[in-house]
């Protein structure tokens, strides 16, 4: 069989094999492809592309969650943080928040009243934790040596004198005490605004603590001590008999006399 | 169809007018049918096949640059890969059919169908059964589809010198097993 001839063959054989397309299945799939051709073009009508909104629901509650106890969390390890610490200033913020909410000006005055304590506290804590470096007194003692007495080496000293007790610059401590500069002044706000609303009583009682805080103020800033003045019994006793004994000596000769 | 309506027809398709595409597919139906027939012997999926292959078209019209355009290769080209991608769905998950109980099976053997035949389609048939596939569907496009050498090379990604001496190979392929059954 030449090429032809086959290829003639090859043909009738394989168009008997496939069987046409009947014209109903022809419609049948047209109509098939026509439905999804309208739905390729509004593809956001495709219902499960639409987002799940009990999905996004749950993921913002989930997410809400986490972040409440994130806050609570972190609220929480700041009650004990102190001037300088990373969550020092939620702490603040968060007592700032409690105060201006608290609509009753009793329960605010009270509410900055033991804040203020607080910061006296948070020094404290900070003065006790700072290593403290004492400088080295200067003293100088004089002391008068009288005639009478025999010579002595004298040594100079004053009797009162200013031992300071010096600490060096602690930023933190520094923080500390602007802070209860700010509590102080706050109260003082209060104070003032107590008397404009005709709170009398809770005024006063306001002005004894002011008081007091900046007394402790006061107290932190500097200390005085005055030394005793130191006996110098041996020598100053001997010249004072000695003086006595001339003297009694003088007067017992001029009896005698 | 000439060339010149068929462009037509794209232009519009592609300003989305699903009247010009429902012609393009009265065109093509019939001829991507026995193509894909050519290889699947199940109708049912082949009617699937042909729904998929006429969907891709739809959307790659969108895209689909006009100028120097074969729209019967591109339209063969994505019949042909629905075909391959669907033989590699098929080897990867083999699909078993529950045997209904009154089911005959045939015997491998069975010679009732065989004498309906002529000897020469018996032959053409084991000829082709021996025949590899790259010959196949040469063959297939060539003489069946009745392509052109250049449709043939762009649907097999082949050059046309290519497609012509894989058709020349074929042929005389085809020959040598036919006279030798």
């Known amino acids: 069989m030449n090429q032809e001839e086959l290829i003639r063959q090859f043909k009738s054989y394989s168009r008997r094999q496939m069987p046409p397309l009947s014209l109903s299945v022809k419609e049948k799939v047209k109509q098939q492809v026509l439905n999804n051709l309208s739905r390729e073009q509004y593809p956001e009508a495709d219902i499960q592309r639409s987002p799940s909104w009990t999905f996004v629901f749950t993921r913002i509650a989930v997410m809400a969650v986490c972040l409440l106890i994130l806050l609570t969390g972190s609220t929480y390890a700041s009650f004990d943080s102190l001037p300088g610490d990373t969550l020092y200033p939620l702490k603040r913020t968060v007592e700032d928040t409690q105060v201006k909410l608290t609509q009753n000006p009793v329960a605010k005055t009270k509410l900055q009243v033991k804040f203020a304590e607080k910061r006296f506290q948070e020094l404290e804590s900070l003065e006790a934790k700072s290593p403290k470096k004492i400088a080295a007194p200067v003293i100088t003692k004089k002391v008068e040596v009288k005639i009478d007495t025999p010579k002595i080496d004298s040594l100079t000293a004053s009797p009162t004198e200013t031992e300071k007790l010096e600490t060096e610059d602690n930023p933190k401590e520094n923080f500390a005490k602007r802070e209860i500069s700010r509590a102080i002044y706050n109260l003082e706000n209060t104070r003032t605004k107590l008397e404009k609303d005709g709170h009398t009583e809770e005024a006063n009682n306001l002005n004894a603590t002011i008081k007091e805080f900046t007394r402790r103020v006061d107290k932190h800033r500097e200390r005085k001590i005055v030394p005793k003045e130191k006996e110098i019994p041996s020598l100053e006793i001997k010249s004072s008999n000695r003086q006595k004994e001339t003297k009694h000596e003088e007067n017992s000769k001029r009896h005698r006399q | 169809m000439e060339e010149n309506s068929i462009n037509n027809l794209v232009a519009l398709v592609k300003a989305g007018d699903e009247q010009a595409f429902g012609l393009l597919y009265d065109e093509y139906a019939d001829r991507l049918y026995r193509y894909i027939c050519f290889k699947i012997t199940d109708r049912q999926e082949a009617e699937n096949l042909l729904q998929e292959v006429f969907v891709k078209a739809w959307q790659g019209c969108r895209k689909l640059e006009q100028e120097n355009l074969n729209f019967t290769s591109w339209i063969y080209t994505i019949a042909h890969n629905t075909v391959n991608d ?84 074929a042929v005389k392929q085809l020959q040598k097993i036919f006279t030798t059954l």
């Open chain 2, 86 to 169: 669907y033989f590699r769905k098929v080897y990867r998950r083999p699909q078993t059919v529950p045997l209904e109980p009154n089911l005959d099976i045939v015997a491998k053997d069975d010679t009732s169908e065989d004498t309906q035949k002529s000897f020469t389609e018996l032959s053409i048939e084991k000829a082709l059964a021996k025949l590899p596939d790259k010959y196949k569907q040469v063959l297939e496009l060539r003489f069946l589809q009745e392509l052109s050498v250049e449709e043939t090379a762009k649907i097999l990604q082949k050059n046309s010198i290519s497609v012509r001496v894989l058709q020349h190979r």
